[in-house]
């Protein structure tokens, strides 16, 4: 959805995107925390949800992918 702007699961075209600007320290939000300290180890989500079904998508932010694949709570 965050590329095409449609839906893939109803082909709904009604897409709006919720920006996780969240409090800088991170305290509320969607939001992964990556590391022990909340200062240093937020990394922002951006929700999708079509408007037509409900169906959400979530997005991250190709310069946090680091952070997450660093990060020791983060399980696979």
Same mark, same amino acid.
Do not use: H, L, P, Q
């Given at each position: 959805m965050k590329n095409s702007k449609t839906c893939i699961k109803c082909g709904g075209n009604n897409i709006v995107m919720i920006k996780n600007d969240g409090h800088p320290d991170g305290t509320y939000?969607?939001?992964i925390q990556c590391r022990a300290t909340v200062l240093s180890g937020v990394?922002?989500? @951006? !929700? /999708? +949800?079509?408007?037509d079904c409900g /169906?959400? @998508? @979530?997005? +991250?932010? !190709?310069?946090d992918m680091?952070?997450?694949l660093n990060s020791k709570k983060i399980f696979r």
């Open positions: 939000g969607n939001n990394v922002f989500v @951006e !929700r /999708y +949800i079509c408007c /169906y959400t @998508e @979530e997005w +991250i932010d !190709r310069s680091a952070a997450i």
